[in-house]
């Protein structure tokens, strides 16, 4: 049985929608294939990513003494987080609400079979 280390993200300032797009191209890669595509990725998603999956392989590694180059990512989760309701002014005397919307990201890694 594999052993599965976790990493999270709580409150990320993007949104899920775009997360998700960014993890939807990494889920199942190995640690270094993934990180590789993420540094070359021009989304802000893609920081958010790279950090959580960095902070899973420092994990593996300290707490659980797995070997770094033989890593998977095997989940990935992108949860909606909060979402912060502000309203911005717009014509003839009206409002309108605006959504500052906050994911958490999840990333967990485990040792290639």
Avoid: C, W
Wanted: net charge positive.
């Amino acid at each position: 049985m594999s052993v599965e280390v976790r990493a999270m993200h709580k409150n990320a300032h993007i949104s899920a929608q775009k997360v998700r797009t960014v993890a939807n191209a990494v889920r199942g890669l190995p640690v270094d294939r993934a990180l590789a595509a993420l540094s070359l990725s021009p989304k802000k998603a893609a920081r958010v990513i790279e950090k959580v999956v960095k902070s899973a392989v420092a994990n593996a590694e300290q707490n659980n003494g797995l070997d770094v180059d033989n890593l998977l990512i095997s989940t990935i989760t992108v949860d909606q987080g909060e979402v912060l309701k502000r309203y911005r002014p717009k014509g003839m005397g009206r409002m309108r609400q605006r959504f500052h919307r906050h994911s958490h990201v999840t990333v967990a890694v485990s040792e290639r079979s």
